[in-house]
């Protein structure tokens, strides 16, 4: 039985797993248990497979679906599973959604379709009829960067008064939507909001917000997490001494190259070196040659978060 | 077996074949085996499935096999079927291009990655890739609009050296552009270069282009196929007659509402008056209602286009 | 003479003053002394004038001058001004700065020339340029929504060391940017780094920010002052109170119509009510008509913050 | 008495003429007495004066008017001269018409303010109230490369109506977007409608447009009237051997480096190798280097338009 995130809102770092590959059309299922056994020992609070930085949209679907199966099995109910069904046909995100339902995932989570774009009333009514036939409830994800649209305010809150749609998942990266969301949900604790960029989880707790889903955490997941607490407890001291290496990642390990995708390159190579995975991308996304390999080995290391969490 | 588009290039009227739908989760094959009657009647010089007129990415997996097979078997060979595989993952473009061989498909034509963006280098890589492993020839399509990231010309110029690569359709509705590629492949006559918006169709084709993808062609073949003629012939006359008629049709028909989406809600409205589908379009997009449905059976009533094609 | 903002970085509220107009053509002079008084009276740490707020760009040069003379003359050195030179032109910049050195500004802000767009190192030459020549410090000003160009983070670092380049403000409303720039500069406290966005300025601070350019003190100075205060003490409680009281303004005020210019509208029309110049915008920009005028008058009277600080 | 372009529509080519620069505050009035004469001399039939290609903003007030005032002496009425008033501040725009109109200049042009983005109805609001005020005639521009906002074909219409609106340049590159304008105006021959973009004159003269503001009429003036006479003859074989030409200066002259300004560049150091000029541009933009100046010196004795027309 899923886990009931209506009566127990979801809170805390979510890390967006990354999807470990064998090759481009073998999972790694090894590595996934190994990464699944970090998080879980780094104590997050729940877990999101295929967001964006499980690279959702460029892996097969019958992948999809057994890295679904095989996450649940392996999460076995400890903490909440959310699937990504991020997908511009609808049919495809249910299907994924049933995968999800019976494989005994919590919810699923969806941004924008995002080759056609919406206009705000067709994107409310896509989500409105989304959540009435999806078997899991639904956390909104808003990703304008990658789909081009935006969800606006206004559509979140109208969509907030659907009993299957249990939050959002903000990667704007712009903190005055955030927190406009936080102050139009300041009476609606149930509504879970959750900040995508790593950078800025700290100050989004601090002002209220219920946790973050952050890429780093596939490394360093018990930093996430203190820091997390930290801005909970409102320990600004101990904040601003994590905030300092959530941001040298960033910084060092995010930031190699001018690709679009230098983050998903830089994450995974120094979760390769971290002994999770093999810095692989999924196609069309490509990993990092040798020498950048190698440059990111020398700067994870020098990492006050290396030093401490790894 | 294919038709050799190597030796024969690519030239003429193409159009992007509307996706008739009985519901949401059904291909109306009446009404296609009709539409590609239509069209073919049309004198159309090829046949473009799921293309962005073809709704492509709303469209389920299994129905885009089914509409493929279903589209090739009815053209039988009698003029060029290309099918369109853009997607996020490789595997899936692959796997729809799989199917289209098998079909009897004669080529595929994809658009960039449309959820992760790439870089100029990261989409040659990408395209060169692709193209070694289709078993069909690729035509890049440039739909800046729909996928974030423009294939530049210095892209396109690098990728026309590719055995398996035969050409361009430009949606980006940018003169410059097109004109650009038409003077950087003035001594390559085999690499065809094709525009989208049909309101420029004449006029790329006056200015050396191969032909057009035009939508509007769903309804009026005729149409569109003796102005690229006129256009072809360098009868400015009579382009100025025929130009005028597709104007009206992307004024008339095109702009009612101001959706994303107007162009495909007024395409399939209009269609349906013409006793070709019914009007829906493929979730998440929706169908005019009945109210716009009936403004846009006057306004059909009313073009020239009508009074002469229909 | 001027403060030195080098030996005493610039920290705090400092608000963007609004250009308050008799007409299209002419200042309030006797509105801008009472605006002036009443924010002197909050207790802000600076003024801003000719910034985004204080409608810069629409300004005929001639009352610019005028405003920056009458500004500084008002303030008479109690606390530091600083004056908006952004232009697409640098001559005119660099003439601007010289009526507000000789009038007796403190420093003067910049954004990117914003009709042709520079590249990264084309705006590094430029305000290198610039900061050589002009007779005050130069804060940079990130404004992307406004300018097009973005002030990368590569390129305020490279700029940071220019002797007469004092800090950034930044109005992307982007909290990754933001909190990347805290950590760029984590040990560079000379380097003052504001926040545009009022809905952001706590969360800025708390994360070790030196202010905001907070339009919304226009009304209210002391709010924004005792935010600010609140959040360098790190006293949670207190803004997280406060902000439910900037957060209001925010969602009441500034959102009235779907104008690019709906902060504008209603700031004006709310200063009005508070008996703080007519409302009037400045050309091309139109104020509300009377019934949102009517409506923003009340929305106003039923802010938390008018009842506590008007 | 300014000529009459209300009874006598403005046609043909009408080059936006580049200014000329001693250093970066003194305007080179020998040269620009050069490049008038070069240009007359070329069969222009108009002068666009501080265009984009003018690098209008760029230059300092003052000097604006003295080039307004230096131009229309120099033309002496032989051919229409039109100003470009374009700014964010409506005074501005009205006092550098006012100079135009004393001058002797027979219209303005003004895209919309570019650093306050208006809306739709904001914008036709701004420009009939401009054009109520102005003392010539105005010509709209749209040019959204540079303004951020589009003046969309249904803001032309309704403005079009305006007595003293007499034409658009359209500058968006876009052909969907000027076929529309064709269409929408083709029972108001008197209605001017020019294209920007140099590369596609020809096709929008064939399909009906009344002619260009071709920046490389600079260097070749003769070239561009001659492309515009056989577009305006429906004589394809020369439209196709000149739109060669055109072509093959847009790829070897505007595409050196890839900075914004890439095409500025190349044009002002092609003038200078002419004898029209020195090759400087305005600040904050800047000249090519020894190195690259030398490239366009190549590149430019190599074209097929230098040896036909130098």
Redesign the interface.
């Known amino acids: 039985m899923p886990i009931d995130l209506k009566m127990n809102p979801l809170k805390g770092v979510i890390p967006p797993m990354a999807t470990l590959l064998s090759d ?2 073998t999972l790694d299922l090894q590595g996934t248990t190994k990464l699944i056994d970090h998080l879980m020992h780094g104590g997050v609070h729940g877990l999101f497979v295929l967001g964006t930085t499980g ?7 019958p992948m999809r679906k057994e890295l679904i199966e095989f996450a649940c099995r392996q999460v076995a109910g400890r903490i909440p599973v959310l699937v990504g069904i991020t997908d ?5 995100s249910l ?1 994924l959604a049933r995968v999800a339902a019976d494989a005994g995932a919590d919810a699923v989570v969806a941004a924008p ?7 705000e009333r ?1 994107l409310i ?2 989500f409105g ?1 989304l959540a009435d036939q999806l078997p899991l409830p639904l956390y909104l994800y808003n990703m304008p960067s ?3 649209t935006s969800l606006t305010g206004a559509a979140v809150l109208e969509l907030s008064s659907h009993p299957n749609i249990l939050g959002l998942k903000d990667s704007s ?8 969301m ?3 949900f ?1 009476d609606r604790p149930d509504f879970t909001l959750l900040v995508g ?1 790593e ?2 989880m ?3 707790v ?3 917000g219920h946790g973050g889903v952050s890429g780093g955490a596939n490394m360093f997941p018990r930093l996430y997490v203190d820091l997390y607490t930290a801005a909970t407890q ?1 320990n ?1 001291q101990e904040v ?1 001494r994590l ?2 290496m959530v ?2 990642i ?2 060092e390990i995010y930031a190699l190259g001018s ?3 230098s983050f998903l390159k830089g994450l995974k190579a120094s979760m390769a070196v971290l002994g999770l995975g093999n810095g692989r991308l ?5 990993a990092f040659d040798a020498q950048n390999m190698k440059q990111i080995e020398n700067r994870l290391k020098g990492l006050k978060a290396y030093q401490t969490y790894a």
Do not use: D, W
Request: glycine content about 10%; aromatic content about 14%; hydrophobic content about 35%.
């Open positions: 481009a059309n690279e959702c949209t460029n892996i097969a679907y511009t046909s609808p049919a495809e299907s379709p995002y080759y056609f774009g919406l206009g067709e009514s896509y009829r990658h789909t081009k990266g712009n903190a005055v939507y955030f927190n406009g936080l102050y139009a300041k960029p950078e800025m700290a100050s989004a601090l002002m209220g409102g600004l601003a905030q300092q941001m040298e960033a910084a690709y679009g995708s999924s196609p069309p996304l490509e």
